[in-house]
C-alpha cells in the first residue's frame, strides 16, 4: 500500500524532508504527492530539487481568509490525499478547509499539548522553566492547537538551552515522531475513542 501524503509547510522544511527520507527508504508506506506553502520559503526550494510537486498559495492573492482556504482545499484535494501534515505551516486553517479532511489532517507542534499552544511554543516553555518539553502530533480540529493527541515525545530543557538549541533538539525528536506517527495512519492503527487515541497493535 503506498499512502498518498500532502504536507503543508511555511518555513524550513527539515520534518517535510524527514518524511520524504522515511517514505524513500521504506519506513513509511507512502509517498510525498504534494508539498503545499503559503509564502515562499526554504521547503519549497527543498521540494523542487526533491522533485516534489509543489505549489505556494498566497493568502493575500484572495480576498478572504475563506476563499484562500477554498482554493488551498480544492489543491490538497486534486491530490486525493490519505494523510494531510501540517509540518511548520503557520496558519490557522479555516474550518472550510479543516472539515475536508477529517480524520486525515494531523499537525506537528513543538511542545507537550496542551502546554505551549501558539506560535512560540519553544520560547514560551523555555522563558516558563519547564524542565522537560517536547513535540506533539495530533489531529486538526477547529480550535488551535487542540485535536486529539496522537502521540508525544519528550526531552528535557538544559540550563544553557537558548531557543535555537531547544528548537533544533526538539525537532532531532520530530523527525522520528512524525514518520512514525504517518505510519500508523496510513497502516489504519489509529483509533479514536471520544478524544482518545488508541493505537491498534499490528495485524499479522
Ligand atoms: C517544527 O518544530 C514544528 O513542530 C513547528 O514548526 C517547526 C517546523 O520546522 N510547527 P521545519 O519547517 O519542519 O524545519
Known amino acids: 500500500m503506498t499512502g498518498r501524503i500532502v504536507v503543508l509547510i511555511s518555513g524550513s522544511g527539515s520534518n517535510m524532508e524527514a518524511l520524504a527520507d522515511a517514505c524513500l527508504d521504506g519506513r513509511v508506506p507512502g509517498a510525498i504527492v504534494a508539498v503545499v506553502a503559503d509564502r515562499e520559503c526554504i521547503g519549497l526550494k527543498l521540494a523542487e530539487q526533491r522533485e516534489l510537486d509543489h505549489l505556494l498559495v498566497r493568502p493575500k492573492n484572495y480576498e478572504s481568509r475563506d476563499a484562500w482556504n477554498e482554493v488551498l482545499r480544492d489543491e490538497v484535494a486534486s491530490r486525493e490525499p490519505d494523510l494531510v501534515v501540517s509540518a511548520?505551516?503557520?496558519?490557522?486553517?479555516?474550518?472550510?478547509?479543516?472539515?475536508?479532511?477529517?480524520?486525515?489532517?494531523?499537525?506537528?507542534?513543538?511542545?507537550?499539548?496542551?502546554?505551549?499552544?501558539?506560535?512560540?511554543?519553544?520560547?514560551?516553555?523555555?522563558?516558563?522553566?519547564?524542565?522537560?518539553?517536547?513535540?506533539?502530533?495530533?489531529?486538526?480540529?477547529?480550535?488551535?492547537?487542540?485535536?486529539?493527541?496522537?502521540?508525544?515525545?519528550?526531552?528535557?530543557?538544559?540550563?544553557?538551552?537558548?531557543?535555537?538549541?531547544?528548537?533544533?533538539?526538539?525537532?532531532?525528536?520530530?523527525?522520528?515522531?512524525?514518520?512514525?506517527?504517518?505510519?500508523?495512519?496510513?497502516?489504519?492503527?489509529?483509533?479514536?475513542?471520544?478524544?482518545?487515541?488508541?493505537?491498534?497493535?499490528?495485524?499479522?
Open 88 to 204: 511548520g505551516f503557520m496558519r490557522i486553517l479555516a474550518p472550510i478547509f479543516v472539515d475536508a479532511f477529517e480524520g486525515k489532517l494531523i499537525n506537528l507542534h513543538p511542545s507537550l499539548l496542551p502546554s505551549f499552544k501558539g506560535a512560540h511554543a519553544v520560547r514560551d516553555a523555555l522563558e516558563f522553566g519547564v524542565k522537560v518539553t517536547g513535540s506533539t502530533v495530533h489531529f486538526v480540529d477547529n480550535d488551535v492547537d487542540h485535536g486529539p493527541i496522537i502521540m508525544q515525545k519528550p526531552t528535557p530543557v538544559r540550563d544553557d538551552d537558548t531557543e535555537e538549541t531547544l528548537h533544533e533538539r526538539i525537532k532531532a525528536l520530530e523527525h522520528r515522531l512524525l514518520p512514525e506517527v504517518c505510519t500508523l495512519l496510513l497502516e489504519g492503527r489509529v483509533e479514536l475513542v471520544d478524544r482518545r487515541v488508541r493505537i491498534k497493535p499490528r495485524e499479522r
